[in-house]
């Protein structure tokens, strides 16, 4: 197995799905800013479909990334286009989550969120998904 050019793969796929994430959170808060707020089973329906493939899709980036991170420092550094992908993956991500964690919002406030499916204590607490990482990472 070719270490860069797997995770280069993995990458680009991931920002591809990432992509059609992007989009539909995207259409998500267009329906949810609309007068009155449009119907959303079609948002949610394909938030359910992506989740498999997201699934599959980041246990193939941390098989590729422990690969990577085993070779030699001096042939990773042979590969910028790795670096250039793992950031643009890491913005549009993070772009995903504001923009998800605003339709959250708008959800409660037009009350379309029924009271088991409201978001935990935990997600007002600063740094909990990073002491989460931390825990899983084992550092």
Same mark, same amino acid.
């Given at each position: ?5 797997? #995770?280069? /793969?993995? +990458?680009?796929?991931?920002? @591809?799905?990432?992509? *059609?994430?992007? =989009?539909?959170?995207?259409?998500? !808060? ?23 493939? #997201?699934? /599959?899709? +980041?246990?193939?980036?941390? @098989?590729?990334?422990? *690969?990577?991170? =085993?070779?030699?420092?001096?042939? !990773? ?45 935990? !997600? ?16």
């Amino acid at each position: 197995m070719n270490a860069d050019r797997d #995770l280069e /793969e993995v +990458l680009r796929e991931n920002l @591809s799905l990432y992509g *059609e994430l992007w =989009s539909i959170v995207q259409t998500e !808060r267009d329906r949810l800013h609309g007068e009155p707020a449009g119907p959303l089973t079609a948002t949610y329906a394909a938030k359910k479909d992506l989740l498999p493939r #997201l699934g /599959e899709s +980041l246990d193939r980036l941390v @098989s590729a990334r422990e *690969e990577w991170q =085993s070779m030699e420092p001096s042939a !990773r550094s042979s590969h910028p286009e790795i670096g250039v992908l793992m950031r643009q993956n890491q913005d549009l991500l993070m772009k995903i989550l504001v923009l998800d964690r605003e339709n959250e919002q708008a959800l409660l406030r037009h009350g379309l969120v029924p009271v088991r499916d409201l978001p935990s204590v935990n !997600r007002q607490r600063p740094h909990f998904v990073a002491q989460m990482y931390r825990r899983q990472s084992g550092h």
